[in-house]
Each structure stands twice: as C-alpha cells, then as structure tokens.
C-alpha cells in the first residue's frame, strides 16, 4: 500500500493525539484512536489503559518523542517513534497502522524495540 504526504500527515496526528490522551489520563480518546481489532482485543478503554500503563511505559508517560520516516513492515504502514522512557531509556516504538473504510488512520499495534546507543 502507497502513503501519501497526506495519510504521513494523518498518522502522526492520530499517534501523537495518542499520547496527549494517555498524558491525561484520557483512556476514552486513547481507545478511540485505536483500530476496530484492538478495541474488540481489549473490550473497553480502561482495560486498554491498564495495559497500556504497565506494559509500555515509555508510550504511557515518554520524556520525549521524535517521529521518524514512515516505512513498510510486511505490509503494513509503520510510523517508527523514537521515545525516551521515564527511566531515560531510548526505545523506538513501531506503530502499525490501519487505513479505515471512511479514509482516517487507527493504530493497529505497537511494538517496543530497543535503541543501541552509539558513544563519539
């Protein structure tokens, strides 16, 4: 699937409407954002938010964000988003994204890797 400036656009508005959301405790707007398969997956937004909050800190509360270039992993439209995590651990989130029948963007996962950090 292409991408266009205008859907790059769309999804990074979408992740970063994402963690406003979980900044504010905004479990209703966080599971909103979130495709049709991971709401069925987690039933209800506080269920979403609890596991949110225990199993991805660095998404839950980050000390900072930096959008990468988006890029295709098997198939699927990927937003890679450098964080900071509150324990000042780098990780790059792997957003997968889902193009919806109406046209707007929804997160399909979200996956942690780490970050090797280089010294110069």
Avoid: H
Avoid at 58 to 82: C, G, H, M, W
């Amino acid at each position: 699937m292409e991408a266009t400036d205008n859907d790059f656009i769309a999804i990074r508005s979408v992740i970063e409407r994402q963690l406003e959301a979980f900044q504010k405790d905004d479990a209703q707007t966080a599971f909103a954002l979130a495709s049709p398969g991971i709401r069925e997956q987690f039933q209800n937004a506080d269920n979403f938010m609890r596991m949110v909050s225990i199993s991805y800190p660095a998404v839950y509360r980050p000390r900072s964000v930096f959008f990468e270039k988006i890029t295709t992993i098997q198939d699927n439209i990927t937003q890679p988003v450098l964080l900071l995590a509150p324990d000042g651990k780098p990780l790059r989130a792997l957003y997968f994204m889902e193009k919806q029948q109406d046209e707007s963007w929804k997160i399909n996962g979200c996956i942690l890797v780490s970050v090797e950090a280089e010294t110069i």
